[in-house]
């Protein structure tokens, strides 16, 4: 069995006369993390949002397990909504923003897409649901609406969600971008305790020290393409590229004092 779980291949997309991504080909094995870093307008939520086809691509084709599809712009023939389903389900999605249901409980958003999608009895999946906010440190918390909730704890509550789905791989699209700063620690605590399980997973983060601490590749992102990519000890510590020196520079600071991510979660 190979152990590539994400292939992209000649990858682009534009919107309108701006072309975001160009020509990107990456593979990620079983068990890697991936961080993607770069400026604002890089192309790296695009890029992940392409992946789960929450954004479809004009040309190039993505592999997800042993789900390929291949892009040709308007002639694209996109699966059905059925096996759409099945590709999104194989990748977990965390937003910036957590998207919950705000008229579901944190339980209820957990067991939404098992009852709906996988058709989980409902007893079964509020067990899973249950099990899930344990080990994001909330089942104290499983009654509680969203507006009940603060932000690290919605954002919590969200990759319960959608680790619930049982992905083979998680994207983390600026998870902590929307948090406090003293709500972040929370929220890396628990993506770092899901590195050390070995679940597959690709960040676009700007948290550089714990890209640095969790990620086995860290790819640079500049103008639509791959700039750099390699693991961390050369990307972040000893970039080859003008650019990924330029960009890191400013966060120099952060990058030499170790993150939150053994925060103690509340």
Known sequence: MT??????????????????????SLKIERGQVVAMIGP?????????????LLTVPDGGRIAVGDQAIQFSGRDTALPSERKLAKFRASTGMVFQHFNLFPHMTALQNVMEGPVTVLKTPKAQAAAEARALLQKVGLLERADYYPDKLSGGQKQRVAIARALAMKPGVMLFDEATSALDPELVGEVLTVIKGLAKEGMTMILVTHEIGFAREVADQVIFMR???????????????????????AFLGRFKASAGTPEPAAAVIA
């Open 223 to 245: 103008d639509g393409v791959v700039a750099e990519c390699g693991p961390p000890g050369i990307v972040i510590d000893n970039p080859q590229q003008e650019s990924t020196r």
């Open 40 to 52: 604002s307008g890089s192309g790296k939520s695009t890029l992940l949002r392409c992946i789960n």
């Open 3 to 24: 152990s590539t779980v994400i292939e992209i291949a000649g990858l682009r997309k534009s919107f309108g006369a701006h072309v975001v991504l160009k020509d990107i």
